[in-house]
């Protein structure tokens, strides 16, 4: 079955970084455009980042353009986010997510606070 699993969340300070990732069984990875969104406490999830299957193109809102970065490495099954300059409201749980087979990860927790 399709299954996604996160890791690399935690506590950091205002102007920290993190690097989370995601890695993919249960489908072929390389097929499948992947999307990291995030929801934070009392919100709704919001999307923040897309890639291509190949890893040719990738887009993010306003809100991370330039800050965030998401790369994959197909031959591990991995999507990942490099987050740099966070600021508090990062603070959310980030999910990794495939569109065409509408599937979720389990999400780890962001928090970024002195």
């Known amino acids: 079955q399709v299954q996604l699993v996160e890791s690399g969340g935690g506590l950091v300070q205002p102007g920290g970084s993190l690097r989370l990732s995601c890695v993919a069984s249960g489908f072929i990875f390389s097929d499948y455009d992947m999307r990291w969104y995030r929801q934070p406490p009392g919100k709704e999830r919001e999307w923040v980042a897309g890639?291509?299957?190949?890893?040719?193109?990738?887009n993010y809102p306003t809100s991370v353009k330039g800050r965030f970065t998401i790369s994959r490495d197909n031959a591990k099954n991995t999507v990942s986010l490099q987050m740099n300059s966070l600021k508090p409201e990062d603070t959310a749980v980030y999910y990794c997510?495939?569109?065409?087979?509408?599937?979720w990860g389990q999400g780890t927790q962001v928090t970024v606070s002195s």
């Open positions: 997510h495939t569109p065409a087979l509408n599937s």
């Open positions: 890639i291509t299957s190949t890893g040719g193109g990738t």
